[in-house]
């Protein structure tokens, strides 16, 4: 079984695309063709009635914590309740990425991202981690994307330029009360939000409370003109007290120098005051379109996620196992192996296939069994009566024995 340190499990086909790249598979007769479909909707449906109990039990457990909620809360729980239900929607919440497959950047990665130079757009941002109680960021999908930007060397013209970037980022973030938040910020919320296509070296602008910095240049442009035009007018008020008027011009000229040295202080700091406000302009013009949902909404996006990867999964692994493996079957590695070379031959994609996660779930629909340390599929006719059996039967309360795969007892 191959190891791949540059691929990732997500696998980028919606469900319904990856179902007709199986399906036109010229392997598969018309009669097996029309049993896959079925075998693909009863999987969904299995699939997506599992997740419907796990997005009630999701926003059950973020309830107290929804900054948007327009619902009447119950009664204030104690202390320890409140950190317990914390504890379980922070679980609830991880489990949740790692079955979207995202990762989540370590401490080291979140310290070395607030340390790079400078953004994208060349300005340095300053994030106190202390006002943060929880903070979590997730990410999917590691490209190289495309940007674009006026280039001084091109007269203003627009130049193309290519950068790292997360095609998804996601924040869980909990804060404390810190001087750099408007009092209107509950901070006993959970604050939820996702991202598309963000410059790796533009993570800390997505954070609360992220300042722009000045650089030590801007603070020699800044500060050293205003303080000598501070230092020469306070001089020169003194000198004036205690000159004669024969020293008139010369006060003049002490003056007007004070003066220009001054304003070309102030000018400095103008100017770089309308350069981090037009900033800050282009950022909230940015983060509206690549905000893709906050809050609740993050959990729901998420969830669909994750449902939709485990159908990807088992029909992926099903498919090649039942129509691809020897009668003896496969070992787990050989048929990992197979899946990724068939998405990289059939729709030229290089995934890192999650196989134990995938027979995991294939074993649990009971539609496959193993038989000396090997994988075989059942026959997909007893398949499909297997999975009309447990779709049936979910809210049975007396249910007769399920039929078998295999037809023997």
Request: proline share 4%; net charge neutral.
């Amino acid at each position: 079984m191959a190891e791949y340190k540059d691929r990732e499990h997500f696998i980028p086909l919606r469900k319904s695309d990856l179902i007709e790249l199986l399906c036109r598979d010229k392997t598969l007769t018309s009669e097996e063709r029309n049993s896959f479909r079925q075998f693909c909707i009863l999987v969904s449906a299995i699939f997506h009635f599992e997740y419907l109990k796990q997005l009630e039990e999701l926003k059950d457990a973020y309830a107290p914590f929804d900054p948007d909620a327009d619902t009447k809360s119950p009664p204030p729980i104690d202390l320890d309740e409140k950190l317990k239900n914390e504890v379980e929607l922070l679980a609830r919440f991880a489990a949740l990425m790692e079955r979207a497959n995202f990762k989540r950047l370590s401490p080291d990665e979140m310290l070395s991202a607030l340390k790079e130079v400078a953004t994208v757009s060349g300005i340095r941002t300053h994030v106190d981690l202390n006002m943060f109680e929880h903070l979590q960021v997730y990410v999917r999908g590691e490209v190289v994307g495309r940007m674009y930007r006026r280039s001084w060397r091109k007269l203003g013209r627009k130049e193309e330029f290519y950068v790292p970037q997360y095609q998804r980022l996601a924040l869980l973030v909990k804060l404390r009360p810190h001087k750099r938040l408007d009092r209107e910020i509950d901070t006993a919320r959970v604050y939820l939000k996702i991202f598309k296509d963000i410059p790796k070296v533009d993570r800390d602008m997505l954070l609360p409370g992220a300042r722009v910095r000045f650089t030590q240049l801007d603070r020699a442009i800044i500060i050293y003109p205003l303080a000598a035009g501070i230092g020469l007018t306070l001089y020169n008020i003194g000198a004036s007290i205690l000159q004669s008027s024969v020293a008139v011009l010369g006060s003049l000229v002490t003056w007007g120098l004070a003066g220009a040295i001054g304003g070309y202080g102030y000018k400095s700091y103008y100017s770089y005051q309308v350069k981090k406000q037009d900033y800050n302009l282009k950022l909230t013009k940015s983060l509206y379109y690549k905000s893709l949902d906050n809050n609740t909404g993050v959990l729901m996006r998420l969830l669909d996620e994750a449902e939709e990867q485990e159908c990807r999964e088992t029909f992926l692994a099903y498919f090649c196992l039942w129509k691809f493996a020897p009668p003896e079957g496969w070992k787990s590695e050989q048929l990992d192996d197979y899946v990724e070379l068939y998405l990289e031959g059939n729709a030229n994609l290089k995934v890192d296939f999650e196989i134990g996660d995938a027979l995991d779930k294939l074993e649990r629909l009971q539609i496959v069994r193993k038989v000396n340390g090997c994988f075989v599929a059942e026959p997909i006719d007893k398949v499909l009566e297997r999975l009309d059996w447990t779709w049936d039967h979910y809210f049975q309360y007396a249910n007769p024995e399920p039929p078998s795969v295999r037809g023997v007892e």
